[in-house]
T-cell receptor, first 115, second 115 residues
């Protein structure tokens, strides 16, 4: 199956700093990427959908100015958590699909801890 | 809007036994896909099985099979000959047809396989 990587796998940062998480499709062109957030023992919550070269579409209740998403190429999308606060601590997962594809391939996730 | 309901927060089964996880969904779409994902303690999302709504035949992948009842909007997962490695969170998910659409997840069922 197709491989999606995420970097870093975990990150600890101080409150007020910004953190960037990368999501890469290693062996296919990801025209659409999705960013999810998962709290402990809960399901995945979709934050936004991004199409290569276009602005991301954010789900209701997700602050687009806080969670900046860039999908500048067919293999890379980034999520930047700006001015992070402890409540932003969570597990962030990306997934990717190819053009017209009905299957999403998931990255291994990034654990963010904000002190 | 689509919704996915998993009514069993937790289940347990003895090794080598069979277990069935329930999932119901609500949609007005006619073209869609249904998925079961497994999330082990590593938190990597793993596709277990998928079903195209237009297919009447139930999908099967080795020890995993589904009972897809389109009229009842039910999509249960049967795991036969349960193994210790099957211990994980299982998420049922819905995707509209058309390609590169977002996934709508249920809240998940935590399955424990006991030796």
């Amino acid at each position: 199956g197709a491989v999606v990587s995420q970097h870093p796998s975990w990150v600890i940062c101080k409150s007020g700093t910004s953190v960037k998480i990368e999501c890469r499709s290693l062996d296919f062109q990801a025209t659409t990427m999705f960013w999810y957030r998962q709290f402990p023992k809960q399901s995945l919550m979709l934050m936004a959908t991004s199409n290569e070269g276009s602005k991301a579409t954010y789900e209701q209740g997700v602050e687009k100015d806080k969670f900046l998403i860039n999908h500048a190429s067919l293999t890379l999308s980034t999520l930047t958590v700006t001015s992070a606060h402890p409540e932003d601590s969570s597990f962030y997962i990306c997934s990717a699909s190819s053009s017209g594809g009905y299957e999403q391939f998931f990255g291994p996730g990034t654990r963010l801890t904000v002190l | 809007a689509q919704t996915v309901t998993q009514s069993q927060p937790e289940m347990s089964v003895q090794e080598a036994e069979t277990v069935t996880l329930s999932c119901t969904y609500d949609t007005s779409e006619n073209n869609y896909y249904l998925f079961w994902y497994k999330q082990p303690p590593s938190r990597q999302m793993i596709l277990v099985i998928r079903q195209e709504a237009y297919k009447q035949q139930n999908a099967t992948e080795n020890r995993f099979s589904v009972n897809f009842q389109k009229a009842a909007k039910s999509f249960s997962l049967k795991i036969s000959d349960s193994q210790l490695g099957d211990t994980a969170m299982y998420f049922c998910a819905f995707m509209k047809g058309g390609g590169s659409e977002k996934l709508v997840f249920g809240k998940g069922t935590k399955l424990t396989v006991n030796p």
